[in-house]
């Protein structure tokens, strides 16, 4: 069984669904009873990944996978980046962080908003052996919050092709084309390999 290592609850149950597509029973940290926050202290999102699926492969003695993503706006620098979930500090929610980044670009015209969506999935075994993917999706900020569907900045980032935020798109969509869905295919792929394979399975891990 794979453990799921993410204490955010919308980032969990994505994180849920792409590994069992793939064919592997996981477990979530709430479900194993480990509650205790990993502090996020890398400078890059392969840092705060791999970090944190070795923190609970380690914690747990199991396989665990986790990653770290972020919104990189081009008119803010490709800020909030790898911050983006302290973004305006610690007190503020999904909502709250939205709220923030429409006020920074209040007068940045549209041609000028775009924006991706980055997310690097870390795989880690107990004894610390780590792989990492990464994936990305390219998009722009809307000028309001539309939908009620995923988490995060999805209800301001606007994805041309669909003519959608991403909290508009049903779950099976967004996944086929979102940056955690790009990493997590190349995950699978690898879980498919011969060396993908022995990394799981010479952990104690059964499909």
Same mark, same amino acid.
Request: proline share 5%.
């Given at each position: 069984?794979?453990?799921?290592?993410?204490?955010?609850?919308?980032?969990?149950?994505?994180?849920?669904?792409?590994?069992?597509?793939?064919?592997?029973?996981?477990?979530?940290?709430?479900?194993?009873?480990?509650?205790?926050?990993?502090?996020?202290?890398?400078?890059?999102?392969?840092?705060?990944?791999?970090?944190?699926?070795?923190?609970?492969?380690?914690?747990?003695?199991? *396989?665990?996978? &986790?990653?770290?993503?972020?919104?990189?706006?081009?008119?803010?620098?490709?800020?909030?980046?790898?911050?983006?979930?302290?973004?305006?500090?610690?007190?503020?929610?999904?909502?709250?962080?939205?709220?923030?980044?429409?006020?920074?670009?209040?007068?940045?015209?549209? &041609?000028?908003?775009?924006?991706?969506?980055?997310? *690097? *999935?870390?795989? &880690?075994?107990?004894?610390?052996?780590?792989?990492?993917?990464?994936?990305?999706?390219?998009?722009?900020?809307?000028?309001?919050?539309?939908?009620?569907?995923?988490?995060?900045?999805?209800?301001?980032?606007?994805?041309?092709?669909?003519?959608?935020?991403? &909290?508009?798109?049903?779950?099976?969509?967004?996944?086929?084309?979102?940056?955690?869905?790009?990493?997590?295919?190349?995950?699978?792929?690898?879980?498919?390999?011969?060396?993908?394979?022995?990394?799981?399975?010479?952990?104690?891990?059964?499909?």
């Amino acid at each position: 069984m794979i453990l799921i290592a993410s204490l955010n609850p919308g980032k969990a149950r994505e994180l849920r669904r792409l590994v069992e597509s793939a064919g592997q029973a996981t477990e979530t940290l709430r479900e194993a009873g480990l509650l205790t926050p990993y502090e996020e202290s890398g400078a890059t999102y392969e840092e705060n990944g791999i970090g944190k699926a070795r923190h609970y492969a380690a914690l747990s003695g199991r *396989v665990a996978i &986790a990653d770290d993503s972020g919104i990189e706006v081009d008119a803010l620098g490709g800020a909030p980046g790898p911050l983006s979930a302290r973004y305006g500090g610690e007190g503020l929610d999904d909502a709250g962080r939205c709220r923030m980044l429409l006020e920074a670009l209040r007068d940045v015209p549209d &041609a000028d908003r775009g924006a991706r969506y980055v997310a *690097v *999935v870390a795989i &880690a075994r107990p004894d610390g052996e780590a792989r990492s993917f990464r994936g990305a999706c390219e998009g722009r900020i809307g000028r309001e919050p539309r939908g009620d569907r995923g988490f995060g900045y999805d209800p301001i980032f606007f994805y041309p092709p669909f003519d959608a935020t991403f &909290a508009e798109i049903p779950d099976e969509r967004k996944q086929a084309v979102s940056h955690r869905g790009h990493a997590f295919a190349a995950l699978a792929a690898f879980l498919m390999t011969d060396e993908g394979r022995l990394f799981v399975e010479s952990a104690g891990v059964r499909r």
